[in-house]
């Protein structure tokens, strides 16, 4: 695992990565003055391949694909420890949300695939009935990761207990519902 | 008209919303734009537990009626991040040492214990995905509990409440903070409900003779 900076990658630097962030997120990267608070209190941090003050680092200096294909911006939970605890205000997770959109919007390689597919299938879902069906989604997640048999006896044991409901409620209108992801498609 | 809200989740996102709405003219630009929706500013948003905080009637109410406290019963109370984070936004209690349910699980008679680890991040939605980082994180909450010297966990947030019961290995007990006070009330439904967790609720209570 590398979450050090390395002067060699500077041959990947694509100029104009900090400031489309800036325009997209609206957060002023170059206030980050390496502290590290946001590392140190990150509970996932330990399972990233970059720590999160590296991912503020790459922005300021335009490592492009290094950051778009890091496995951070997936695993960030949003807990928003670090942007509490950030002495300048940087709002990380929503640096994280904005790295994930254009990740997606620029097609790059995406290190946590099954995390960007549960994304998805998430939307996909509530889509449909405006509310999620949790059922529905599991097993979607299951036939498209083919783990069809992870975690099945926990899920046995919830179905049986009624904590996974096959047939959830639909919402009064489902039109409202498609024509809100219809109308904000792509704005972040 | 004021909202209270539940799910600690949905409490969060539409607080942040609400926020942005009232003090970023732009998004809320964008978002009548896009919508078709005027913003109203009289609405304020609360989540269940500022309401027992909030109003004095409901915490007379609950000590007219509590007919089972909890006495002896050590509990670590567990808000998750989604109710505290931003501190700024979500206004809620203290974002480091929150104490409204605490002063809850008081007032239905159960003693909570002080710890470390009431706003450490379970994991979330990674528990479908990277079980592997949800089961760590949930191990080093609930082995905080343990070592604070609290019986069981008592949640605040519907995700952390089924992260804790799915992924732990302590069979440590995780009740929701709303069984709990339905139980210290008396009502027969709640106990009967403790049985559908997968941690050993029911029979911890039965054991203290509650």
Same mark, same amino acid.
């Given at each position: 695992m590398n979450k050090s900076l390395g002067i060699k990658d500077c041959a990947e630097s694509e100029q104009g990565f900090r400031e489309e962030i800036m325009e997209l997120s609206g957060i002023d990267v170059s206030l980050c003055y390496q502290c590290q608070k946001c590392f140190f209190g990150c509970p996932v941090a330990k399972f990233m391949d970059l720590a999160p003050n590296v991912i503020n680092r790459m922005v300021q200096y335009d490592f492009r694909a290094r950051v778009l294909e890091s496995s951070t911006i997936w695993l &960030?939970?949003? &807990?928003v420890t670090c942007a509490v605890r950030c002495p300048n205000g940087i709002d990380i997770p929503k640096l994280m949300d904005t790295l994930k959109q254009l990740a997606l919007k620029q097609d790059r390689r995406i290190s946590e695939n099954e995390i960007r597919l549960f994304h998805q299938l998430f939307l996909d879902n509530i889509k449909i009935k405006g509310r999620l069906n949790e059922f529905l989604l599991i097993k979607d997640l299951k036939v498209r990761t083919r783990k069809i048999f992870k975690d099945i006896l926990v899920g046995i044991k919830l179905f049986f207990n009624g904590k996974l409901d096959l047939f959830s409620e639909k919402i009064k209108d489902t039109e409202e519902i498609k024509k809100i992801f219809e109308q904000s498609r792509g704005e972040g | 008209m004021d909202l209270v809200i539940p799910c600690a989740a949905c409490f969060n996102r539409l607080k942040q919303t609400d926020y942005l709405l009232r003090n970023d003219q732009k998004v809320k630009d964008k978002m009548n734009a896009l919508l078709n929706y005027l913003h109203s500013d009289n609405i304020r948003i609360f989540h269940i537990i500022e309401i027992f905080d909030k109003l004095p009637e409901i915490r007379n109410l609950i000590k007219k009626k509590l007919i089972k406290p909890l006495c002896n019963l050590n509990l670590a109370c567990y808000y998750g991040?989604?109710?505290?984070?931003p501190a700024k936004i979500m206004n809620f209690d203290d974002p480091d040492n929150p104490m409204l349910l605490d002063n809850l699980m008081a007032l239905i008679g159960a003693m909570t214990v002080s710890w470390s680890y009431k706003t450490e991040c379970c994991g979330a939605s990674l528990s479908l995905t990277r079980d592997d980082i949800v089961g760590e994180l949930v191990h080093r909450i609930i082995f905080s509990a343990k070592e604070a010297g609290a019986s069981a966990i008592v949640v605040a947030c519907p995700l952390c409440a089924m992260n804790l019961e799915m992924r732990q290995k302590h069979n440590f007990p995780i009740f929701y903070f709303t069984e709990l006070i339905g139980i210290a009330l008396g009502i027969d439904k709640c106990r009967n409900l403790l049985k559908k967790h997968l941690t050993p609720g029911y029979k911890l209570l039965q054991t203290m003779g509650l």
């Open positions: &960030c939970a949003s &807990c | 991040c989604l109710l505290v984070r």
